[in-house]
């Protein structure tokens, strides 16, 4: 018995060490050392393992429950970016909420059934039962017919007459406001990139972020190795290093992508309200060059588990809705509905005086 618990003991120790060194992921660009990200990929699992030895040790009447105790209290910006046990605040009457919603809608190509199975009087509804003002869309369809006939429902049954897109490309910004001041960069493909418009609220105004950062490409692969996968072959594990290879150069190019879009954040001259689909989690270097000016809404306001994407990777938040700091968050929701391997986010906000 002895034995079992001086193992358990040493194994609870690694698992200590391994979250402690996951907390450098966000310090450490990936262009000069990558693998640590893996690491932040994989937090809600060290979570996971760390509270199962805390009740393990506190059962046993063991002090040993204080090494994963403490190590979670070290990184509580880890678990507050993960867990969320907020209330909605009460908006002031001094000023108008804004509704935002976000969406990586995967070009309204269903994951859950045959090809087309999600129409675009679908995507209306669930838009309208929610009244967002402002949509920030990833992956929007490049159909062009789709495309338009989505932007005519979403005018007509929603209010959302503004709209900022480009044919064949990704990004799109639907608003009841008129729109101004609108640019648009794609990085080397018509998916991956960013897009802004500014939207006047009375005497103010807000400068709305459109983003989708580079993808790993992992979903396919890690759904082939989980069912044909075996250990014992060759194959298996030149996938998983094809894999390991893929998500090094995702995370390298993130990094910069997301370097390039808080350098423009920081010219606005107005409140920035950002949304989108950065392909990363909230422990990431990517992530951190953007919160480092704004909050996070999941974060100040949201409530149970942050996971986003509802693809074979579980367990990930890698979709956000973030806000300039003279910008007041009310709440936040991730809605668990749609057809899309992301889950819709929707926050309202409220400028400060």
């Given at each position: 018995m002895k034995r079992i618990e001086n193992a358990l003991r040493w194994a609870n120790a690694l698992l200590v060490l391994i979250t402690l060194t996951s907390y450098l992921s966000p310090y450490l660009d990936p262009g000069t050392f990558w693998p640590i990200s893996i690491l932040a990929l994989f937090y809600p699992w060290l979570l996971l393992l760390?509270?199962?030895?805390?009740?393990?040790?506190?059962?046993?009447?063991?002090?040993?429950?204080?090494?994963?105790?403490?190590?979670?209290?070290?990184?509580?910006?880890?678990?507050?970016?993960?867990?969320?046990?907020?209330?909605?605040?009460?908006?002031?009457?001094?000023?108008?909420?804004?509704?935002?919603?976000s969406y990586n809608c995967h070009a309204l190509v269903a994951v859950d059934g045959p090809l087309g199975t999600w129409k675009v009087p679908e995507m209306s509804r669930m838009v309208q039962a929610h009244q967002p003002d402002v949509i920030l869309f990833q992956e929007y369809p490049t159909l062009k017919r789709i495309a338009d006939a989505l932007a005519k429902q979403l005018a007509k049954d929603c209010g959302l007459k503004y709209n900022f897109r480009e044919h064949r490309r990704g990004l799109a910004i639907f608003s009841?406001?008129?729109?101004?001041?609108?640019?648009?960069?794609?990085?080397?493909?018509?998916?991956?990139?960013?897009?802004?418009?500014?939207?006047?609220?009375?005497?103010?105004?807000?400068?709305?972020?459109?983003?989708?950062?580079?993808?790993?490409?992992?979903?396919?692969?890690?759904?082939?190795?989980?069912?044909?996968?075996?250990?014992?072959?060759?194959?298996?594990?030149?996938?998983?290093?094809?894999?390991?290879?893929?998500?090094?150069?995702?995370t390298q190019v993130r990094g910069k992508q997301a370097t390039e879009i808080a350098a423009k954040i920081a010219e606005s001259p107005h409140p920035v309200i950002l949304g989108g689909d950065l392909n990363d989690v909230p422990y990431s270097y990517t992530f951190r060059q953007?919160?480092?000016?704004?909050?996070?809404?999941?974060?100040?306001?949201?409530?149970?588990?942050?996971?986003?994407?509802?693809?074979?990777?579980?367990?990930?938040?890698?979709?956000?809705i973030m806000a300039d700091p003279r910008v007041k968050i009310l709440d936040h929701k991730i809605l668990h509905e749609g057809h899309s391997d992301h889950y819709p986010l929707i926050s309202n906000f409220q400028l400060l005086p």
């Open positions: 760390n509270l199962l030895c805390i009740f393990y040790w506190a059962f046993q009447r063991r002090r040993y429950f204080w090494y994963s105790l403490g190590v979670l209290i070290v990184g509580w910006n880890f678990l507050t970016n993960f867990v969320g046990w907020h209330s909605p605040s009460t908006p002031s009457p001094s000023a108008e909420p804004v509704r935002v919603m009841k406001y008129p729109l101004s001041n609108k640019q648009v960069k794609y990085f080397k493909n018509d998916a991956n990139g960013f897009q802004y418009a500014d939207i006047k609220l009375g005497e103010q105004a807000l400068r709305f972020y459109n983003v989708h950062l580079q993808t790993n490409a992992l979903s396919g692969i890690a759904n082939k190795v989980a069912k044909e996968g075996n250990l014992q072959e060759k194959e298996t594990w030149l996938q998983i290093r094809g894999m390991m290879g893929r998500y090094k150069r995702s953007l919160n480092k000016t704004l909050q996070d809404a999941f974060q100040k306001k949201g409530s149970g588990l942050g996971i986003t994407f509802n693809g074979s990777i579980p367990a990930l938040r890698i979709d956000y």
